[in-house]
């Protein structure tokens, strides 16, 4: 059974050298550390390339050095080091790896060395993406979603050394992702300590145990297109390509097909979208809940709607292909998929809202992430429903309308959640405290930046303006105030990036120099507040295993002394259990 | 309470924006109107929820903030409250959902009338190809291409000769007749895009792909790209002249057939061309009729 795992003392190798405890590490919170410092690094090089791309977008024509191969290079890897590098990577890779055994009371993954083996090769799928900036031709130009023929002929950049760097990191990232994925879903399945049954988890380890399900069923697809794509480009097969003209003379490709590689891609991809925002939204609910001082309400419902949307969003990939030219009669079956999916989703937004109500709310720096990604996300989930609904979709895909969208909802909410998730945890993974009039600033600058970016967008996608444009130059129908919509946008891009030094600085100085930190400083109930040490010691429990009495949501129970009951406490008539209510 | 106050404001500060942004929709210039009702109803929708959702945020943050002596109310779930809930959703779903479908299935309805007209696009082009007086295309292809036949339309099929082909950027279209336009590509994906007429699909090399629309304003339009093809994307434009019936048949009369084009062309440019057409061991994928 699950306990014997958890419980038996023989496997853990304490470290005995500097190098092992900090380098090869087989600790999850140390494996965590890694992936999250190196996901957070190639971030910053996406956040680079974001600013460069507002640069020219705003003051076309200013940086002469900006030339359309290179802004097309800014586009595609700022858009594929966001998704899969940084988010994917930090949320699984960082906060998954941190947070299961913690919450579920063990002791580490089941299988420590196979994570350890995961970073590692995260970090060479990562190195093998930067060394695309330094090979001839540079970066791929082809937008983060590689489509063929392009990526790979004539009049694109880096078609070809550029591609195959950046195809040959995703094989790579897929394995270790896989790596990671199957200790994550085995763990929470075989390693959860007594009396922590599945309905008892916190909905963060439920949203990354479906998300880590997800990616192991969703990457394949990516990891056969971006093999095939490889072959026809080195090899010369055709999967992908058709007969076609490159620069004026006749390629020596025929019969493959170029719909094909959109159809795997987005079968990855879309599923990919919720491999991101599940996570995040597993973390929302707990912070919500904790600072709210009340439970989250329906927790029941929260669960099978991570599950719904886990199981749905391999249903809907389509949606991404309207006008992709695939047969037309495919929109009726995707649009109503698509569609139904926003109500399992609206029900979470429902049920957070719920929770707020009647609670007893700490606007501290966690909760004002928290309450700014149910902002964000309700705002991008409702214009996903425009580009949903097929022939609504046809005059705005492929404009700002779409970069808009997505930016709003799986871009800056899953980081505003993460941003949250960081200040809410750093105590803990640190044991020091940050400070919180920079986190406040951080926080404003942020979330105001952010809508002011993104809003405008909306609307210049219906006025028309596409995307992946380096530059709009003449056209009859865009006005010249829309360039100062774009001077606009790019002036508050640019403040939100200078914000983001404020939140480095007092992450990194606090580390060193912050004032010591409570154990369990806004009195959370679930499990991994209730460590022997903070931060937890190798093996997370001391000599005992946590026995789990209650859910992770027992706040402001009636009768109880404290507005908040540790899962482990057993039930008393201090601390009575109402979890018999549900 | 400062962030109950922003969200406040910023709802505020969205609708005020919708209101008076001049960034909206380019004024309807085919028979897409309902694209266009179909996004007003999803607008409206959405904005329901928006402002709803939204105030209520603001006002649980307002009234249920922390003061000293508070305490959370206790309840674990809803069961009625949340089929409540669910039972709108899925009604405000359908409100948007019915009249997308409804749009969508005359999308892909090509109405048995609608001539046809020929959109090939290149990096970083557009040309045209009009059927001429049968009203059928011919057979075309990559196979086809020479220097001299850069449309690489079929030598060998009698439906090709009459074909007018139109080498620059610019489009011409009748107003009030229905068009199907058919799509295709010599190279990479490209999109067929012309923001009044609200239609677009991408250009598939391999692939036909097609539209339909009716064009109901006399006027020029810009065609652009929408679909990245490189690093030319940007500069992919063509012009798109919608205009009365006689002038349209007029300016179609000075465009040049592909049997002028042969006969125009060097003797060896048509062997070569021939040359190819009979060298051709695959069929002609482009082909429509």
């Known amino acids: 059974m699950a306990t014997t795992i958890a419980d038996d003392l023989r496997p853990m190798h304490h470290p005995k050298t500097w190098v092992g405890k900090y380098v090869w590490s087989q600790d999850h919170k140390v494996i965590a550390i890694q992936y999250g410092v190196t996901a957070i690094a190639i971030g910053l090089v996406a956040l680079v390339l974001s600013v460069l791309m507002r640069l020219q977008l705003g003051f076309p024509g200013l940086f002469p050095w900006i030339q359309p191969e290179n802004y097309l290079q800014y586009v595609s890897m700022h858009g594929m080091i966001m998704v899969v590098y940084l988010l994917t990577a930090l949320l699984l890779g960082g906060f998954g790896n941190y947070m299961i055994p913690l919450m579920i009371g063990a002791r580490d993954m089941v299988f420590p060395f196979v994570n350890m083996l995961s970073y590692w090769i995260y970090l060479l799928s990562v190195l093998v993406l930067v060394s695309g900036f330094f090979v001839p031709g540079g970066p791929t130009g082809a937008g983060w979603t590689l489509y063929p023929p392009q990526a790979i002929s004539e009049g694109t950049p880096g078609n070809q050394w550029g591609i195959v760097t950046m195809l040959g990191s995703l094989a790579i990232f897929i394995i270790a992702f896989t790596m990671g994925g199957l200790n994550y879903v085995t763990t929470v399945l075989q390693a959860r300590t007594r009396g922590m049954t599945l309905m008892r988890m916190p909905l963060t380890v439920w949203g990354i145990f479906i998300a880590s399900i997800m990616g192991l069923l969703a990457f394949p697809a990516l990891f056969v297109a971006a093999i095939m794509m490889l072959l026809d480009h080195l090899l010369g097969s055709s999967f992908f390509m058709p007969a076609m003209m490159t620069m004026g003379q006749e390629s020596n490709t025929q019969g493959g097909s170029p719909l094909l590689f959109q159809h795997l891609f987005w079968f990855f991809g879309h599923p990919e979208v919720y491999i991101v925002a599940l996570p995040a939204f597993g973390i929302v609910s707990d912070l919500i809940s904790v600072h709210a001082r009340k439970n989250i309400f329906g927790y029941r419902m929260m669960v099978w709607a991570i599950v719904i949307i886990g199981g749905l969003s391999f249903l809907v990939w389509a949606h991404h292909m309207y006008v992709s030219g695939m047969n037309p009669y495919f929109g009726f079956f995707f649009a109503t998929s698509t569609l139904i999916i926003a109500i399992p989703t609206a029900i979470k937004v429902y049920n957070w809202l719920l929770t707020l109500w009647r609670g007893d709310i700490h606007l501290r720096v966690p909760m004002l992430f928290a309450i700014a990604f149910l902002f964000t996300f309700i705002h991008g989930g409702l214009t996903g429903l425009f580009l949903g609904n097929v022939s609504v979709d046809v005059p705005l895909s492929d404009t700002f309308f779409v970069v808009g969208h997505f930016h709003m909802v799986m871009g800056v909410s899953p980081i505003l959640v993460i941003f949250g998730a960081i200040y809410h945890w750093y105590p803990k993974i640190t044991g020091r405290m940050w400070n919180e009039t920079l986190g406040q600033v951080h926080f404003w600058v942020t979330f105001l930046g952010v809508y002011a970016v993104y809003l405008p967008m909306h609307y210049l996608g219906i006025l028309g303006v596409p995307r992946r444009y380096y530059a709009l130059g003449e056209t009859s129908f865009i006005p010249e105030s829309a360039h100062l919509a774009n001077e606009a946008i790019s002036v508050a891009a640019i403040i939100v990036f200078a914000a983001q030094f404020l939140f480095f600085y007092n992450m990194i100085w606090n580390l060193l120099r912050g004032p010591k930190a409570d154990p369990n400083p806004w009195g959370a109930a679930s499990l991994e507040w209730q460590t022997p040490q903070t931060p937890p010691g190798h093996g997370n429990w001391g000599p005992h295993l946590p026995t789990v009495y209650r859910w992770a949501y027992d706040y402001s129970v009636p009768h109880a002394s404290r507005d908040f009951i540790p899962q482990n406490e057993p039930p008393s008539a201090e601390a009575p259990s109402e979890e018999a209510a549900l | 309470m400062r962030v109950a106050i922003a969200i406040v404001a910023l709802v505020l500060g969205s609708i005020v924006f919708h209101l008076l942004s001049p960034w909206w929709q380019t004024p309807l210039a085919s028979n897409w109107d309902s694209i266009d009702s179909a996004l007003h109803i999803t607008l409206v929708i959405c904005a329901i929820a928006f402002i709803s959702l939204n105030l209520f945020l603001a006002l649980a943050i307002v009234r249920f903030r922390h003061r000293p002596g508070n305490r959370a109310h206790y309840a674990p779930e809803n069961p009625r409250l949340e089929r409540t809930l669910t039972f709108w959703t899925g009604l405000g779903i359908v409100g948007m959902l019915a009249p997308g479908l409804v749009a969508w299935g005359k999308y892909v309805d090509v109405p048995k009338d609608a001539a046809v007209v020929e959109a090939i696009g290149q990096q970083w082009q557009w040309t045209f190809r009009y059927p001429g007086p049968d009203g059928v295309l011919g057979t075309a292809g990559v196979q086809y291409m020479t220097p001299d036949n850069p449309?690489?339309?079929?030598?060998?099929?009698?439906?090709?000769?009459?074909?007018?082909?139109?080498?620059?950027?610019?489009?011409?279209?009748?107003?009030?007749?229905?068009?199907?336009?058919?799509?295709?590509?010599?190279?990479?994906?490209?999109?067929?895009?012309?923001?009044?007429?609200?239609?677009?699909?991408?250009?598939?090399?391999?692939?036909?792909?097609?539209?339909?629309?009716?064009?109901?304003?006399?006027?020029?339009?810009?065609?652009?790209?929408?679909?990245?093809?490189?690093?030319?994307?940007?500069?992919?434009?063509?012009?798109?002249?919608?205009?009365?019936?006689?002038?349209?048949?007029?300016?179609?009369?000075?465009?040049?057939?592909?049997?002028?084009?042969?006969?125009?062309?060097?003797?060896?440019?048509?062997?070569?061309?021939?040359?190819?057409?009979?060298s051709c061991s695959t069929p002609a994928t482009w082909g429509v009729r």
């Open chain 2, 151 to 278: 449309f690489g339309v079929n030598p060998l099929d009698p439906f090709g000769r009459d074909d007018i082909l139109v080498q620059g950027n610019e489009l011409h279209l009748p107003k009030g007749k229905s068009v199907k336009l058919v799509l295709r590509s010599k190279d990479v994906l490209h999109d067929f895009y012309v923001p009044e007429f609200r239609a677009k699909m991408d250009l598939v090399p391999g692939l036909v792909t097609y539209f339909w629309m009716t064009p109901t304003t006399n006027g020029t339009f810009d065609i652009l790209c929408a679909e990245l093809c490189g690093v030319g994307h940007h500069e992919m434009r063509g012009t798109v002249v919608v205009e009365p019936r006689e002038s349209f048949e007029a300016w179609l009369g000075q465009q040049e057939s592909f049997n002028q084009l042969l006969a125009m062309s060097s003797p060896d440019a048509v062997t070569e061309m021939f040359r190819k057409a009979n």
